[in-house]
């Protein structure tokens, strides 16, 4: 296989149909951290000189949001014809969906209202766009409690800034790579920064971090933070009675700044109390981004040993993994891992 640079992407061409016995696509995309499934599928498409709309019917899907729903469903057929059409494992591909994820209700949904307060499914951080080697779209932007990008310091867009349309990469029928906009053409690393102040995005950050780590131990199953997160709307006073999944970025952003100026003791009550220590830890030290991606890590390695199909079990008791944190954070040293 020879690999070689071709603008801002990296390609391998395998050698000729003719020459292998191989069924596999002859241009192979690597799939980048944190990346989500649909992403990933609209470049390997784009890659292969085939245009998003109609790669979606060569892996059996009639149309409409069929990459999203790839995400949510993990299609058994599909997923089959891309694992055996590129070598990526069945487990590596379902890490990149959002099957199963005990944070679904969080999810963004998959549906356009029209309206222009309403959600979009997927938003994105125009510079992180601007400086992925290969321009992909993250898991974490999926989710409604996201709205800045910690590393650009900056807000989340969820619309084209030239004619407001949400991203729809999966009806694309021109070969355009997934970040210029389908309707306008306009390519969305060109999208004006969004300013949010440093205390929005320590809260977004700390809730996210409050999310990873009960979210992989399951502890959301058995308590009330899912349902506190999707009254933000109302708890904030900013729309009564909307829920967080049902709003664009932009009327999100506006709740965490009202959010932000007020007391954090709705997000850290709950029945047991070493939870809520540990979410007042979090949210004393303003988030642990690096310290929870790294236990994520952990837990998540540990739950591929099990079928994609397999129902989700607890991985670790709550309180074994608090203690462990708990530690962490009184040993500077290992904290800087
Ligand atoms: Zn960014
Ligand atoms: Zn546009």
Same mark, same amino acid.
């Given at each position: ?10 390609i ?5 149909? /003719? ?6 696509? =002859? ?21 292969n000189?085939i ?13 409409g ?5 790839? /995400?949510?469903?993990?299609q058994? @057929?599909a ?18 969906s959002? #099957?199963?994820?005990?944070?679904k ?5 998959? +549906? ?15 510079? *992180? ?24 310091? !900056?807000?989340?867009? @969820?619309?084209?800034?030239? !004619?407001?349309?949400r ?13 210029? *906009?389908?309707? *306008?053409?306009? @390519? ?7 300013? %949010?102040?440093?205390s ?5 950050? *700390?809730?996210? /971090?409050? !999310? ?13 933070l ?6 933000? =709307?109302?708890i !904030?006073?900013q729309? =009564? ?10 009327? $999100?952003? $506006?709740?965490? %700044? ?46 591929l040993?099990?079928?994609?199909? #397999?129902?989700?079990? =607890? ?8 203690t ?10 290992? +904290?800087?891992?």
């Open positions: 296989m020879t690999t070689f640079e071709c603008g801002p992407t990296t391998a061409i395998r050698a000729r149909y /003719d020459e292998v016995v191989s069924d596999r696509w =002859p241009v192979f995309v690597r799939p980048q951290p944190g990346e989500l499934l649909s992403s990933w599928a609209h470049r390997l498409a784009f890659a000189g245009a998003p709309r109609s790669f979606g019917r060569v892996l059996g899907f009639s149309g949001m069929w990459s999203p729903s790839l /995400d949510m469903n993990f058994t @057929d997923v089959n014809i891309l694992s055996a059409r590129t070598g990526v494992s069945l487990p590596q591909l379902f890490t990149m959002l #099957k199963g994820s005990p944070l209700r969080l999810l963004l949904p998959l +549906r356009d209202d029209g309206r222009r307060r309403g959600s979009a499914w997927l938003q994105f951080c125009p510079q *992180c766009l601007a400086e992925d080697a290969q321009p992909h779209f993250r898991r974490q932007w999926r989710l409604s409690t996201r709205i800045s990008c910690a590393h650009h310091r !900056c807000g989340l867009r @969820d619309r084209c800034p030239s !004619c407001r349309s991203i729809a990469a999966f009806n694309q029928v021109e070969l355009v790579p997934q970040h210029f *906009c389908v309707t *306008c053409g306009f @390519d969305l690393r060109q999208a004006p920064k969004v300013s %949010v102040s440093p929005v995005r320590s809260l977004d950050q *700390c809730i996210h /971090d409050i !999310c990873t780590l009960e979210a992989i131990t399951d502890a959301m199953l058995s308590n009330s899912i349902r506190r997160l999707l009254a933000i =709307p109302d !904030c006073r729309y =009564p009675a909307a829920s967080l999944v049902g709003l664009s970025t932009s009327a $999100r952003i $506006r709740c965490f %700044v009202r959010l932000a100026m007020r007391p954090n003791d709705w997000l850290i009550e709950d029945d047991d109390a070493v939870v809520a220590l540990w979410r007042r830890s979090i949210l004393s030290a303003g988030g642990h981004a690096s310290l929870i991606g790294l236990l994520a890590d952990t837990l998540e390695r540990k739950r040993r099990f079928r994609p199909e #397999k129902r989700r079990q =607890p991985m670790t008791e709550l309180s074994t993994l608090l462990a944190y708990l530690r962490m954070m009184e040993n500077p040293r290992r +904290r800087s891992v």
